[in-house]
Structures are given as C-alpha cells and as structure tokens.
C-alpha cells in the first residue's frame, strides 16, 4: 500500500514518465536538444491555481483515501538540466524520488509499483518537456499518460497532466508550479 502511494504520488506530480506510441509518428529516435536552462531550478505546486488531479487518480485506480492523501501534498520538483536527460528530484514532506529520463524519444520499459511494467519515452517539444507512457492500470485497462512541461514566465511552470483512457476518454489536468530559487 505505501510503496503504491508513493508511486501515486509521483505521478500525481507528473513524474512518471507518460505517453503511448500512438503520440509520436515515428519511433526512430530524434536528434537530441539540449533541455534548456530555463526548467531548471526548484518548483512549488501552487494548489489554488492548480486544477485537481481527482478524475486522472481515479481513472488510474486510486481510492478515495489515497487521492485525500495527494490533494494535501505540495512538492517541490527540482530541475536539473543536461544535455540529454531530464531530472525531476520531488519532495513532499518525508518524501523524495529521483526520475530521470532520456530525451531521445527511444521507447524503454521501466517497472513502477502503481502499474507495473510501463512504455516510457521522453523528448523535447520546443521550448517544452513531454513525456509519456503506456499503462496498464488496477483494472487491467490500458491508457496513455502524458506530462508537458514548460515555463509560462521567469517565475512560472505548467505542468500539463493529460490521460487518454483505451476508451477514447481524455482527461487533463493543468497544473502551476511556482519558482522557490
């Protein structure tokens, strides 16, 4: 239950990287961009201009009480830029987890405890972060999860959550982040 929570609770926070095959053309790989400076730092969620991730976590297969549980967190996501990866380090509270991930859009399978084995890939979109896999959740349905990252203004990130479920549902979830330093 807790390894499961935490796992929640990245990717409430966009963390897991997201997004199916079916977001991207072609498979080959593309050429590597260098993330950008301006990403890089450390990042508050600011909740009241956040929208709520109730109906993304539920889809996914979270309970009533884990989804209370992620409505009080409000992480910081560090950002360290590199030429060709992309490091998110979240912390809420006791909590800290480390996600990196390739910029190179070559697909990789990557074993979370929420949904098991997902497809993940991860790219640059302009001045944008996308990433994205392909889950499977607790209901055995599969979906694909996106997350888009990119800086609205100096002090300012939007997190752009947005689940496309095997039914053609698609829920989104915009979420700011707020620059501490």
């Known amino acids: 239950m807790i390894v499961w929570w935490l796992s929640m609770v990245a990717l409430a926070q966009g963390l897991d990287p997201v997004g199916p ?17 301006d990403l890089a730092g450390t990042w508050r969620l600011d909740k009241s201009a956040s929208e709520a991730m109730d109906e993304i976590l539920l889809a996914m297969g979270a309970n009533w009480f884990e989804r209370q549980i992620l409505k009080t967190s409000t992480p910081n996501h560090e950002i ?10 979240v912390r809420s509270g006791p ?42 959740f607790r209901d055995g349905t599969e979906g694909m999860l996106e997350s888009t990252r990119r800086r609205k203004d100096a002090d300012t990130m939007l997190l752009v959550m947005r689940l ?9 979830a915009n979420r700011i982040f707020r620059r501490v330093r």
């Open 80 to 89: 360290v830029p590199s030429e060709d990866m992309f490091t998110v380090i």
């Open 164 to 172: 496309t479920k095997a039914d053609g549902t698609v829920l989104e």
């Open 95 to 136: 909590y800290k987890r480390v996600d990196e991930m390739p910029l190179d859009n070559v697909e990789r399978s990557v074993d979370y405890a929420i949904v098991g084995t997902a497809h993940v890939r991860g790219r640059m979109e302009g001045d944008a972060v996308w990433t994205g896999a392909r889950l499977t």
């Open 21 to 37: 095959d079916a977001a991207v053309a072609s498979t080959a790989p593309v050429a590597r961009a260098p993330m950008g400076a």
